[in-house]
């Protein structure tokens, strides 16, 4: 059974940080583009980054560029997400998202809560 397990969603201040994480199992980790989408109350989700599956190439959604980075261990099946310079603008329920690129399956967790408030 294939699952992605988002962790270290919580509460910051503006202008803190903080790294959520997503385990996946089930899969051939190293075989999937890997991805974080995010969803606020009442927008629609959004991409906000992603990384190949060698973790050789990564990319950004303008809104977070240069203060996100998003990383992978594959010897760990597991992709982060290092936010920085945090803004009320990123409270999101953020997901974990994989896509495997022979065949395009995907697959989703089920999101971890970020909420950005002074």
């Known amino acids: 059974q294939v699952q992605l397990v988002e962790s270290g969603g919580g509460l910051v201040q503006p202008g803190g940080s903080l790294r959520v994480s997503c385990g996946a199992s089930?899969?051939?980790?190293?075989?999937?583009?890997m991805k974080w989408y995010r969803q606020a109350p009442g927008k629609e989700r959004e991409l906000v980054a992603s990384i190949t599956s060698d973790g050789g190439r990564t990319n950004y959604a303008d809104s977070v560029k240069g203060r996100f980075t998003i990383s992978r261990d594959n010897t760990k099946n597991t992709v982060y997400l290092q936010m920085n310079s945090l803004k009320f603008e990123d409270t999101a329920v953020y997901y974990c998202?994989?896509?495997?690129?022979?065949?395009?399956?995907?697959?989703w967790g089920k999101g971890t809560l970020v909420t950005v408030s002074s």
């Open positions: 089930g899969l051939f980790f190293s075989s999937y583009v």
């Open positions: 998202n994989a896509v495997r690129g022979l065949n395009g399956v995907t697959y």
